[in-house]
């Protein structure tokens, strides 16, 4: 039994139908005026009672657990179960004691759930979403299903000791929930230097391990760091050959500086006992660092995965950007980006200058004037402006021909101790301007959760891409 008031739990998932609302004025129809009378909690409290005490008990359920002597025993009511589940309905049929078999975590927690199909409240903390989902789902409990994913949603960049978010994704595999995966994939796929470096890398599945290497909006601080990663999980978990030779195909290798591909090659155990099926890979790196761009399109696709740069967060592929006080006024910086992936521009940088404003209007927005008598006729304030990030070269575009650039914006948030990031923006390639950009962001909030004690962490990210060769028929 959970006392009736507990400590502030880390959140809370009500039922739609049974939480209390405040009183209400009732409309007013001619002289006559109503009030609604709200004493929903006190019901609440009474049938927390009535599980308590068990009184006026029509139904007992068993709750045993493979492998363990403890039982744990629940005087309920048929009705009130009925009510929330059609599981208990058809389960409870002309019986007063039923045994379940549950697992020990789903055990550890069935009191819990069944408080929470009295009352319509429930508190819930991160280790605690799996085993409560599966209840929720096995006794149809939609409600609570759905409270459930919305909170692991909510949830992905919380702080805990063991990390959870991986463990998650697989469970969202196996009920088959995609958009819970999806979330999961997209905040892994944001913060990979965090998760590479937890407890919960070596949870990541040989599957889960292959998604993420096949995208190219993974963040981390380069592709150096994530051949280390992929090499720690290969010597950890030991996997079967083909599994492994797939991750390690994955790595694009062309990202990492020829220097340190020598260093590779004689000093990574893994490496050299699945040099084989790496030679290829390692080979076209080598030709892409040493030849001229415009000489290796003539025999590669230089638009293919393996020459595509992902979102690094080392120097030569960006910069941070501290905008403090970030509602006040416009800001400007710059900064430089190589101009090219391969070694052949390694030398050849790109200067860009970038312009934030927080509330900038739109020309059609913008105040209208007349000349007549009233003056000005404002058709919205300058407050209602949005903010507005522009990313331009400081170059002509005749200095980098041939190269096209991908721009994305990072913005960090606190989560506890740690400093993730939560919203990734990306340019067209043809474009300036973001579109778009923190448009849902309240930047005079100091406690706006894109702010970290009152200023914006971005990160600018440029990755350069090469352009194909166009033939032409003769």
């Given at each position: 039994?959970?006392?009736?008031?507990?400590?502030?739990?880390?959140?809370?998932?009500?039922?739609?139908?049974?939480?209390?609302?405040?009183?209400?004025?009732?409309?007013?129809?001619?002289?006559?005026?109503?009030?609604?009378?709200?004493?929903s909690?006190?019901?609440?409290?009474?049938?927390?009672?009535?599980?308590?005490?068990?009184?006026?008990?029509?139904?007992?359920?068993?709750?045993?657990?493979?492998?363990s002597?403890?039982?744990?025993?629940?005087?309920?009511?048929?009705?009130?179960?009925?009510?929330?589940?059609?599981?208990f309905?058809?389960?409870?049929?002309?019986?007063?004691?039923?045994?379940?078999q549950?697992?020990?975590?789903?055990?550890?927690?069935?009191?819990?759930?069944?408080?929470?199909?009295?009352?319509?409240?429930?508190?819930?903390?991160?280790?605690?979403?799996?085993?409560?989902?599966?209840?929720?789902?096995?006794?149809?409990?939609?409600?609570?299903?759905?409270?459930?994913?919305?909170?692991?949603?909510?949830?992905?960049?919380?702080?805990?000791?063991?990390?959870?978010?991986?463990?998650?994704?697989?469970?969202?595999?196996?009920?088959?929930?995609?958009?819970?995966?999806?979330r999961?994939?997209?905040?892994?796929?944001?913060?990979?230097?965090?998760?590479?470096?937890?407890?919960?890398?070596?949870?990541?599945?040989?599957?889960?391990?292959?998604?993420?290497l096949?995208?190219?909006?993974?963040?981390?601080?380069?592709?150096?760091?994530?051949?280390?990663?992929?090499?720690?999980w290969v010597?950890?978990?030991?996997?079967?050959?083909?599994?492994?030779?797939?991750?390690?195909?994955?790595?694009?290798?062309?990202?990492?500086?020829?220097?340190?591909?020598?260093?590779?090659?004689?000093?990574?155990?893994?490496?050299?006992?699945?040099?084989?099926?790496?030679?290829?890979?390692?080979?076209?790196?080598?030709?892409?660092?040493?030849?001229?761009?415009?000489?290796?399109?003539?025999?590669?696709?230089?638009?293919?995965?393996?020459?595509?740069?992902?979102?690094?967060?080392?120097?030569?592929?960006?910069?941070?950007?501290?905008?403090?006080?970030?509602?006040?006024?416009?800001?400007?910086?710059?900064?430089?980006?190589?101009?090219?992936?391969?070694?052949?521009d390694?030398?050849?940088?790109?200067?860009?200058?970038?312009?934030?404003?927080?509330?900038?209007?739109?020309?059609?927005?913008?105040?209208?004037?007349?000349?007549s008598?009233?003056?000005?006729?404002?058709?919205?304030?300058?407050?209602?402006?949005?903010?507005?990030?522009?990313?331009?070269?400081?170059?002509?575009?005749?200095?980098?021909?041939?190269?096209?650039?991908?721009?994305?914006?990072?913005?960090?948030?606190?989560?506890?101790?740690?400093?993730?990031?939560?919203?990734?923006?990306?340019?067209?390639?043809?474009?300036?301007?973001?579109?778009?950009?923190?448009?849902?962001?309240?930047?005079?909030?100091?406690?706006?959760?894109?702010?970290?004690?009152g200023?914006?962490?971005?990160?600018?990210?440029?990755?350069?891409?090469?352009?194909?060769?166009?033939?032409?028929?003769?």
């Open positions: 039994w959970l006392p009736l008031a507990p400590c502030r739990p880390r959140a809370w998932i009500p039922s739609a139908c049974l939480s209390p609302r405040p009183a209400q004025k009732a409309e007013l129809s001619g002289e006559a005026a109503g009030a609604t009378i709200n004493h909690l006190a019901l609440i409290h009474r049938l927390q009672e009535l599980l308590h005490n068990g009184n006026a008990s029509d139904v007992t359920l068993q709750v045993r657990t493979a492998g002597d403890e039982v744990k025993v629940f005087h309920t009511h048929q009705l009130l179960l009925a009510l929330q589940s059609e599981a309905e058809r389960l409870l049929q002309n019986q007063s004691v039923v045994t379940l549950e697992p020990a975590d789903s055990a550890a927690l069935f009191e819990k759930f069944i408080r929470y199909l009295y009352c319509g409240e429930i508190s819930i903390l991160l280790h605690q979403a799996i085993p409560l989902h599966r209840l929720a789902s096995k006794y149809g409990v939609s409600t609570l299903q759905r409270g459930v994913a919305e909170y692991m949603k909510s949830h992905l960049a919380s702080e805990s000791s063991q990390g959870h978010v991986v463990g998650w994704y697989h469970y969202a595999v196996t009920i088959g929930d995609a958009g819970l995966q999806e999961c994939l997209q905040f892994l796929a944001w913060n990979l230097s965090a998760v590479m470096g937890g407890a919960e890398w070596g949870a990541v599945s040989g599957e889960l391990l292959a998604l993420l096949a995208r190219s909006d993974l963040v981390l601080q380069s592709e150096l760091e994530l051949f280390s990663a992929v090499e720690e010597g950890r978990r030991q996997p079967e050959a083909p599994v492994a030779v797939k991750v390690l195909r994955a790595v694009r290798y062309a990202m990492i500086p020829p220097s340190r591909l020598f260093q590779l090659q004689t000093q990574s155990a893994v490496m050299a006992r699945h040099y084989g099926a790496l030679q290829d890979l390692l080979f076209q790196a080598f030709q892409f660092h040493s030849a001229s761009p415009v000489h290796l399109a003539k025999y590669f696709d230089v638009n293919c995965s393996m020459f595509l740069p992902r979102n690094y967060l080392s120097g030569p592929w960006g910069s941070p950007w501290l905008i403090t006080n970030p509602a006040r006024d416009d800001r400007s910086t710059s900064f430089q980006t190589q101009l090219g992936p391969s070694s052949h390694a030398g050849k940088r790109v200067t860009w200058n970038v312009l934030f404003s927080p509330r900038w209007l739109p020309v059609s927005l913008r105040p209208v004037y007349s000349d008598a009233s003056g000005a006729l404002p058709s919205v304030r300058l407050e209602d402006g949005r903010p507005r990030l522009v990313i331009t070269p400081a170059m002509s575009s005749s200095d980098f021909a041939g190269v096209s650039f991908q721009k994305t914006v990072l913005v960090g948030v606190r989560q506890q101790a740690r400093i993730l990031v939560k919203h990734a923006y990306s340019f067209h390639q043809s474009t300036d301007e973001l579109p778009d950009f923190l448009a849902q962001a309240d930047l005079q909030r100091r406690n706006s959760e894109y702010l970290i004690d200023s914006l962490h971005l990160h600018l990210i440029v990755k350069p891409v090469y352009h194909s060769l166009i033939k032409v028929r003769k």
